[in-house]
């Protein structure tokens, strides 16, 4: 994978990039299936599931704290990409607008276009995610997930659903698309859980 657009981790990155991960030197665009085009005056996102029913608007989203992240990237097909900076809102600011059934364990990820996946309750409250509408100062472009996705840092990139729209809240596991079509069900980059067993 090495070349014109993947560095192998010199000294000062490698303790920061996971086993079989190479850095992109880029941002690459991965998508399955068609691009979803939202405008934000017409983009939605609903609660659903194990929780008090709700629908938020843009203007909601940006009415809640806003702030600045930078946080590593880690895609299943082994590049990285090393301090991003976006801007949007915190998973456990968004949580304080819901209310959540305490036995729901965990989230289904719903987005526009159809795609779905899955993650625990416990690594979705985890403190360094966020629901981003912002990438390097410009509004997220629509291949990245725009107008907003949620970015889950440190699990794989599959989890940081694009053109995200809803939660499902639940007491169960159940699988999204990629878990569906063997990819894990958690996606840890440190322990390579990149296929169902």
Known sequence: ???KFFNKPDQDTAERVPPGQYLATGFPILTYGETPQISTQEWEFKVWGLVTPKTLT???FMAMPQQEFTADFHCVTRWSKLDIKW???KVTDFMKQVE???RAV???EHCYGGYTTNIAMADFLREENFFAHTLLDEPLPIDHGGPMRLVVPHIYAWKSAKWINGLEFLEHEDLGFWERNGYHTRGEPWAEER???
């Open 1 to 3: 994978m090495p070349g």
């Open 58 to 60: 843009w203007s909601d």
């Open 87 to 89: 801007r949007g809102v």
């Open 100 to 102: 959540v059934n305490p």
């Open 106 to 108: 965990h989230v289904m």
């Open 195 to 197: 296929y169902s067993d």
